[in-house]
């Protein structure tokens, strides 16, 4: 806990110029206001329709082409009226990020992040590096897959989410849920369920979708000394069954991390979804494993595109903003320089076949980590991908997986992600680690094409 706590003081000035930093802090944040404000009065003419930012980017999964097709060129035309303001805002944004970072002395514009994340640059780069050569291997074929799957030559850039099967899927009761998550934990061990299982009993979880109750879910753990709380909105959908095991994912956790105390339970970022995205790829064995033949494809395609969006997306995203921060030091980025630079990336991650229609050119501007939180985005990668290589590890031997993973959550932020991964054999400064990552993606492109 003091080295977390210590982490940043060599970079630390003056008390009066940390002084001057907060007391500044409250004016430098009107820049992502005005951003937040430009986006909120966003609309996307979409037929006879304005489409809120949100309900637009909702828009892109609706199961008719038309439909989809006009929230984006819709969405496309409402971002290019604002492009010129909000490149403004992102470069005000960056420059003032570039003072700071140089008063402090951070040589490049991740560090700070990276400091903060606990995370090094050589792991990040790593990372980088092992998904973009694997851009061919995984978004590319998997795009050309789902074309021919659609009966198309090429996607538009709006059918990258569209749903390949538009009939019902399977819904499921909350005991079929709790039935399906809790024999998927006891795929670790008996300890796993029965931690789990005691979220149904005591109960501990708020599952109920009811009117006034705000949407998403979360697993809050309060202190070490006290129980965690889940919280979901259950509607009885297959995402409904993988959320509420991402969410218990997290509260087994934080029990087992508990004997750490209250200044050591809680996991730097780098651990912080380990324990939910194993528990949610796990439920998502077994629903596949047991699924109807017909379901399959739908199941898979759904699965594929979530981790093309939580890897490869939000790497492209990591990689335009870090060309960005560099070209921004030099001096202001045009509209027109930002906008080559986002085709650049996207096109790059996307494939030959996906079309970047026009107009898709000024998507960059409703990212909001870009302004509010810049360079987090590699963060989902990295969690998606350690977890990956965890589950590789499992496979290989799964006797003798769960033993060291119950250390691991159980040891809540005392280590480094570096020294908690070493007993199982892995490095994350090493380009390989992250490619075991990209081919348990890959397999599931693999059973993609299979099933035809």
């Avoid at 060129?73 to 003072?99: F, I, Y």
């Amino acid at each position: 806990w003091l080295r977390r706590v210590r982490a940043m003081k060599p970079h630390e000035l003056s008390s009066e110029l940390e002084t001057f930093i907060a007391e500044r802090g409250p004016i430098t944040a009107q820049w992502p206001r005005l951003f937040d404000e430009q986006l909120a009065a966003l609309r996307a003419k979409a037929g006879n329709e304005n489409l809120t930012l949100a309900e637009a980017l909702n828009r892109l999964s609706d199961a008719k082409p038309g439909r989809r097709r006009a929230a984006a060129e819709g969405l496309s035309e409402a971002l290019a009226v604002r492009a010129p303001t909000l490149a403004l805002v992102l470069n005000t944004v960056a420059a003032d990020k570039a003072m700071e970072d140089r008063w402090r002395g951070f040589k490049r514009p991740a560090d700070s992040r990276h400091l903060g994340n606990e995370v090094d640059g050589e792991a990040v780069d790593a990372m980088a590096e092992a998904v973009a050569a694997a851009y061919p291997q995984l978004s590319h074929r998997y795009y050309a897959l789902k074309a021919k799957a659609m009966g198309k030559a090429r996607l538009d850039h709006w059918d990258r989410n569209a749903p390949i099967e538009t009939t019902a899927p399977r819904a499921f009761t909350w005991s079929q849920g709790r039935e399906i998550v809790l024999d998927s934990f006891s795929d670790l061990g008996a300890e796993f369920a029965e931690r789990a299982a005691g979220f149904f009993d005591k109960p501990w979880i708020d599952g109920r979708a009811r009117p006034g109750k705000q949407s998403g879910a979360y697993a809050h753990p309060v202190t070490a000394d006290r129980h965690p709380y889940v919280f979901l909105n259950w509607m009885g959908e297959r995402r409904d069954v993988l959320t509420l095991a991402h969410e218990l994912g997290h509260g087994v956790h934080q029990t087992l991390a508990a004997d750490q105390g209250t200044l050591l339970a809680d996991t730097p970022l780098t651990l912080a979804e380990t324990a939910s995205i194993f528990a949610e790829g796990l439920t998502f064995d077994r629903l596949l494993a047991t699924a109807p033949k017909r379901e399959q494809r739908g199941l898979l395609a759904g699965r594929i595109e979530d981790g093309l969006n939580t890897v490869v997306r939000q790497i492209a995203f990591h990689r335009f903003e870090t060309r960005f921060h560099d070209e921004r030091q030099k001096g202001e980025v045009s509209q027109q320089r930002i906008n080559e630079l986002w085709l650049t990336e996207m096109g790059a991650s996307l494939g030959p076949a996906v079309t970047l229609n026009p107009g898709y050119e000024h998507w960059w501007a409703y990212v909001s980590h870009f302004v509010h939180s810049p360079f987090y985005v590699y963060a989902y990668a990295f969690g998606d991908l350690l977890v990956a290589a965890l589950m590789e590890a499992r496979r290989a031997d799964p006797t003798g997986f769960t033993p060291l993973y119950r250390d691991l959550l159980a040891g809540g932020g005392a280590k480094t992600y570096v020294e908690a991964l070493k007993p199982f054999g892995l490095n994350p400064r090493d380009p390989a680690f992250w490619s075991v990552g990209c081919k348990r993606l890959e397999r599931l492109v693999d059973q993609f094409e299979a099933l035809g």
